[in-house]
Each structure stands twice: as C-alpha cells, then as structure tokens.
C-alpha cells in the first residue's frame, strides 16, 4: 500500500511506496493538480441509539470517513473504534433536537479508542452540528481536528466556528 500526502499549500500531491523507516523512505512528487476537490467516500449513517456508547463501532465504520449520527436522545460516545495514523473521521449530527456528547478521556472506552479533546473538555455535537476527528498514533487518542459547526443542509452553507460548545461540568 501507498502513503500519500496532499501539500496543499504548494498543490503537489506525495506518494510512498516503500517500506521500512522513515529515512529510507522513496517519495515521489506525482504533481497532481488540487485545484478541484477532494471526496472523502464512505458515509455511514448507523442505527439510532440513545444511551451511552464505549468503544463505539457501528457496522462498516472501518471503511468511512463519515459518520452520521441520529440520537434518539442527548447521548455521549466515550471512544470510537478503529483509529490508525492519521485517520480522519468527520462526524454529523443529523438530529434536530438531540445532542451528541463527545466525551473527554473517559474510562468506559478502552484507552486507544478515548477523545483527547482540547482543556481536557467534553466537546457537544449540537443538533445539525458536525466535527472532524483525526487519530493521534502517538498519544493514541482521536483528537478534535476542527470545532463544531453548524450545517445548513438546504442551502449547502458551512459556518465555521459557530457554536463550539463545551461542556463545564
């Protein structure tokens, strides 16, 4: 397999295909162009729940990148599975009136699957609110790439930074 990295600031795409340790490593500029976009596929919406999740896992979440989540009620996911080197995963709140708590190093999920979020806070996924998440393989931890922001689905608008919300208790 190929590690690839996206400079985005000089538009130069970055294949690995060796293997072994880092300073032997083959890197090879393919000069592709990141004018366009780039998709991230795999976009799970799991079944509904509204208690606590450890360790949360939904079915197929090893092959997404995006995680739509639909409590029944305000709910907390203490860890998701499957982290890996820096693996992304953005995660949708799709409800209009639950919120999802994201919750900060807690014990209820095995330590590699834990959030290491900023101010050691718990992070609140309002309704229509989304986040992406990157795993550390250092601290082996998910980490919260961006804040909260609300999605406006009719009209396709993101707003950034609107209404990160941390919990105080």
């Known amino acids: 397999p190929a590690d690839v990295i996206f400079d985005t600031s000089n538009n130069i795409v970055w294949v690995c295909t060796t293997t072994g340790t880092a300073s032997t490593a083959v890197w090879t500029n393919i000069s592709a162009n990141l004018s366009g976009s780039v998709s991230m596929t795999g976009v799970l919406s ?3 729940f ?3 999740q450890d360790n949360y896992s939904p079915t197929n ?9 639909n409590p029944s009620a305000d709910s907390d996911i203490t860890g998701l599975a499957g982290g890996s080197s820096g693996r992304q995963m953005t995660v949708i709140n799709t409800n209009t009136s639950f919120r999802v708590n994201l919750r900060n190093e807690n014990t209820s999920s095995t330590a590699a699957n834990r959030f290491l979020l900023p101010n050691s806070r718990d992070v609140a996924l309002l309704p229509n609110y989304a986040c992406v998440l990157q795993y550390d393989s250092v601290s082996g ?3 919260l790439k ?3 922001f609300a999605i406006s689905f009719g009209d396709a608008q993101y707003m950034s930074n609107v209404g990160f919300a941390l919990s105080v208790a």
Do not use: F, M
């Open 50 to 52: 509204g208690t606590q």
């Open 46 to 48: 799991p079944t509904s």
């Open 61 to 69: 979440l090893s092959t997404s990148s995006t995680l739509r989540l």
């Open 146 to 148: 961006s804040p909260p």
């Open 141 to 143: 931890r998910w980490r």
